[in-house]
């Protein structure tokens, strides 16, 4: 989803105008910029955080000529995802095949004789 289908969605369960929805989407990210620009975090309680963290200094490779490069120290924007947004997009495990199946069984196995011969 991109910044418009933002707005679209935005005005569709809002039953705001397409105007007044962009103000309000371009307003919250905004308030978020402002907010991480005076690197205050910004806490949306069930969806999660926005923080500025301090990356040190380090050195790097160039990956063409392999050569050394110090890449200074800075600061970056990050997001951890809150508990129901995670929950939201949480997958179910896919199922194991035969052969996955087998291999664990004899991986267990193999530790558990192991473990009595000792």
């Known amino acids: 989803m ?52 301090h990356r040190k200094e380090r050195i790097s490779r160039n990956p063409k000529t392999g050569e050394k490069i110090k890449t200074p120290a800075r600061e970056v924007a990050v997001f951890s995802a809150g508990k129901s947004l995670k929950d939201s997009v949480h997958l179910q495990a896919p199922k194991q095949t035969q052969v996955a199946k087998k291999s664990k069984s004899a991986a267990k196995k193999s530790s558990a004789s192991s473990s009595r011969k000792k």
């Open 2 to 53: 991109n910044k418009t289908e933002l707005i679209e969605q935005v005005r569709d369960k809002s039953g705001l105008t397409k105007a007044q929805s962009t103000e309000a989407v371009t307003a919250v990210f905004s308030s978020i910029i402002d907010s991480l620009g005076k690197k205050e975090p910004v806490q949306i309680i069930r969806f999660g955080t926005f923080k500025v963290r």
